[in-house]
């Protein structure tokens, strides 16, 4: 039997439309499944592990969500070793880009039904799991700033979740103030001064298909870090557009590194979101947990 953890409210309603199309798939098929709704990330983590603690052969778990819809189910999932199933229905859908799975939910069930599952790494800290990225920074303050916009519905209701990103960038960009930061990686350690971000990475791209580390692989064992340090307004603003087809990588201001063992110090407080939820603003300690994760996918 497969669970079918539903966020109604995903994707400004984007959840609950696509599940009327999936249940319908799934009972024209004749396929064995029970389905549960939820109103946030954070209900569908109460609610999950206990159903996953019945007597009950689960073949998957299939989000029909956002990224944090899937961040909140990730413990669970690991727990039991019961594999992701992603129906992507949010605005940034980082997961799905991430793992080759389509943008449409009959074509992303027909990749869970066809049963291939891939093994892909965890971020983890003291605060909890993330599947695709861990953003610190100004990135993380962009993506807080667009959650809490007019313009992330408009942009949703498009479809555009990398213009409701772009259109964070310039806002973010007016108020936020650069610190230094200190990063260790692997024991080797480094101090950046005028730093912007770090974005850990597990998956090649974030924001609505930023590829921020383009070299990440989610099954490599190793996370990539991306430092973005010592350049002025003007240039951050000029580094985004280069971001979209990782050009970015060749710029004198990004330093990239990568390991299993990564703290990232700023010299004050900063926002650090993984897969979009947050985890905490103080020094944090990253560490890759490799193939700790099944995934259907292409």
């Not at 108020?175 to 950046?192: E, H, I, L, M, R």
């Not at 703290?263 to 939820?277: I, N, S």
Request: hydrophobic share 45%; proline share 5%; charged share 15%.
């Amino acid at each position: 039997m497969y669970l079918f953890v539903i966020n109604k409210n995903a994707g400004n309603g984007s959840g609950y439309r696509t599940w009327i199309k999936i249940s319908a798939a799934l009972d024209a098929r004749l396929i064995r499944y029970r389905h549960v709704f939820t109103e946030s990330a954070g209900q569908a983590e109460d609610i999950i592990s206990a159903i996953l603690s019945e007597p009950e052969h689960w073949l998957g778990v299939a989000v029909i969500g956002g990224d944090g819809t899937i961040h909140s189910v990730l413990p669970a999932l690991k727990e039991f070793g019961i594999p992701l199933a992603v129906i992507p229905a949010g605005s940034g859908n980082d997961t799905a880009r991430g793992f080759g799975i389509p943008h449409d939910p009959l074509s992303a069930l027909d990749v869970m039904l066809a049963g291939k599952t891939r093994a892909a790494d965890l971020i983890a800290t003291a605060n909890g799991l993330t599947l695709t990225a861990l953003a610190i920074g100004f990135d993380a303050q962009v993506a807080q700033n667009v959650n809490a916009s007019f313009y992330k519905k408009i942009c949703n209701f498009f479809r555009a979740g990398r213009a409701a990103y772009i259109l964070g960038i310039l806002h973010t960009l007016l108020t936020f103030k650069p610190c230094g930061v200190t990063v260790a990686c692997d024991g080797a350690k480094n101090t950046y001064p005028n730093a912007w971000l770090t974005a850990i990475s597990n998956v090649n791209s974030y924001g609505g298909g930023l590829r921020i580390c383009p070299q990440a692989h989610p099954g490599d064992g190793e996370l990539d870090i991306c430092i973005v340090h010592g350049c002025s307004r003007l240039q951050l603003l000029r580094l985004f557009p280069t971001v979209l087809t990782g050009k970015h990588v060749l710029l004198p201001f990004v330093t990239f590194l990568r390991g299993k063992a990564i703290t990232v110090e700023f010299d004050q407080r900063r926002l650090a979101l993984g897969d979009g939820e947050n985890l905490s603003a103080g020094p944090i300690e990253i560490t890759v947990e490799p193939n700790a994760l099944q995934i259907y996918a292409v």
